[in-house]
């Protein structure tokens, strides 16, 4: 199993893509620490995992609030003494054109779905040995959006380039960071999304499963890819070839 004794940290683990992650992680071996904001999702998914033999632990936190991601990480080092591997999905999304979006309205994406990213990989890689991986779960949107959804597009796009520079940062470390972009996936976030009830963004092609793009998160992060580090891998059915 590839993630045999191996401790995983996973943000958003407690529905949709992240769900799934965790679900696969464990399936594979691995310890995962469940990290979300919504504990009774959270301590869904580590029943899950406890159901199919495995083992998990659950952490409720804010992913924007450097204590409380200290304290996660923490958690798991307490428990497990190190961490292996970081998958941060945790997202959100907002809907207004942006003159018409508050400031808050624009930190508050930036801090779930970017400042988490710096916090979780600013706490968790002193405790990463080497042949550690941090997966970054981007989306299209980072390549080609729409209107209306701004800040998570620039969320996205700064999280790509944000791996991209950290990547050489961890290198003499041995420890590799790199990107999942999923398109349309069969999510609650999908489907509650204003502009897809609307017909402003249309879904065409082909609409993935969490499991898909948990398994492209599970192969980045296991030792098969141990020569890619600072990319993003793009999992969306065709997706980029229908909005370019």
């Known amino acids: 199993m590839r993630f045999a004794n191996k401790v995983c ?9 992240g769900r799934a992650v965790a ?17 009774e999702h959270g301590r869904r998914t580590v029943q899950e995992i406890a159901d199919a033999h495995g083992e998990a632990l659950f952490a409720k936190c ?51 779905n970017l400042r988490s990213v710096f916090l979780f990989c600013k706490y968790a890689v002193p405790h990463m040995p080497a042949g550690g991986a941090i997966v970054n779960i981007s989306s299209v949107h980072a390549h080609e959006t ?3 959804v701004v800040p998570y597009a620039a969320s996205k796009g ?4 944000f791996t991209r520079g950290f990547s050489e940062e961890i290198a ?3 420890i590799r ?48 890819a141990r020569f890619i580090t600072g990319t993003t891998l793009i999992v969306d059915g065709g997706r980029l070839d229908i909005l370019a």
């Open 9 to 17: 940290v996973v943000t958003g683990a407690g529905s949709g893509i």
């Open 23 to 39: 679900l696969q992680l464990a399936r594979e071996g691995g310890k995962v620490l469940v990290v979300d904001l919504n504990e």
């Open 62 to 112: 804010n992913v924007g609030d450097p204590a409380e991601v200290r304290a996660t990480v923490e958690a798991a080092v307490r428990e497990w003494q190190k961490v292996d591997v970081v998958v941060n999905d945790a997202a959100m999304m907002t809907f207004k054109p942006i003159v018409d979006l508050s400031e808050d309205e624009w930190d508050d994406v930036q801090n779930v």
């Open 146 to 148: 729409t209107r209306n």
């Open 158 to 161: 700064g999280m790509e380039a």
């Open 172 to 174: 003499a470390q041995k």
């Open 177 to 224: 960071i790199n990107c999942v972009a999923p398109g349309a996936v069969d999510t609650p976030m999908l489907w509650h999304n204003p502009n897809i009830k609307s017909g402003v963004e249309k879904v065409k092609g082909a609409i993935g499963k969490p499991e898909d793009i948990a398994a492209a998160v599970c192969f980045l992060a296991a030792p098969e």
